[in-house]
């Protein structure tokens, strides 16, 4: 699983037209299924969504000691 966090910067850089994986949205990607990152399921798999942004702000917290 790869989870991206939301986030409300640019969606893409327009000088380069490059996505950079912002979304107002939590994101959850399969790279076993899907490597280009092309079917968000965080709707379709709530837990894991939970328990990857759970495990961020843990380590988030850890380092910010």
Known sequence: WKYIE???GNKILKTTN???G???KDQLFNLETDPGEKN???EK???VT???ATLLAS???EYDR
């Open 59 to 61: 380590v988030r917290r």
């Open 18 to 20: 490059t996505e950079l």
């Open 6 to 8: 939301p986030s409300d």
């Open 50 to 52: 939970e328990e990857l």
């Open 45 to 47: 798999h709530p837990q």
């Open 22 to 24: 912002n979304d107002e």
């Open 40 to 42: 968000n399921l965080a």
